[in-house]
């Protein structure tokens, strides 16, 4: 087996760094990716840094692997809400894909929310992000909330709306 996941030691945190780094590079200029950035970068500052994730407790950090070399990351914790857990951040290198890191990254990570009693875990997808969608559904993942926005940059909030006729 040449892909593998398991959980990040510090020794792998300069290395979760670029790919995290990579990730949010990548994430952003897609649809909604700013916000799922910005969502990531809080939620990691919150908890003290990356490391927060890597020394356990209720977060994760997880490398993936092919042939030994770390190309894929997955972070997640536990929420507030009982027996919930979520994803933060699920990426794997562009020339790593199509071979089963990111399956087993996302396997890694419904055992960890499991052994944290969480009955469930949440994964975003951005729209049109049918890679991560079809990964995802493999594993049985289903929509259960779609999310819809309205940026003000184009006009005031309060800016009248009006129906259709």
Do not use: C, I
């Amino acid at each position: 087996m040449d892909e593998a996941a398991r959980r990040a030691g510090p020794e792998d945190l300069a290395r979760l760094g670029e790919l995290v780094a990579e990730a949010a590079g990548t994430t952003r200029s897609l649809r909604g990716g700013s916000g799922l950035v910005a969502a990531f970068d809080e939620a990691v500052s919150d908890a003290g840094g990356l490391g927060a994730y890597v020394t356990g407790g209720r977060r994760v950090a997880l490398v993936g692997t092919y042939h030994d070399h770390v190309v894929g990351f997955a972070v997640a914790e536990t929420t507030d809400a009982p027996g919930s857990a979520r994803v933060l951040g699920l990426w794997v290198e562009p020339g790593a894909r199509e071979v089963g890191v990111g399956s087993a990254l996302l396997q890694a990570t419904m055992s960890w929310a499991a052994e944290h009693e969480a009955l469930g875990l949440d994964v975003p997808a951005l729209p049109g992000d049918r890679h991560t969608k079809n990964l995802l559904e493999r594993s049985s993942f289903r929509a259960r909330l779609v999310v819809l926005h309205r940026s003000f940059e184009q006009g005031a909030p309060n800016e009248a709306f009006s129906a259709p006729r």
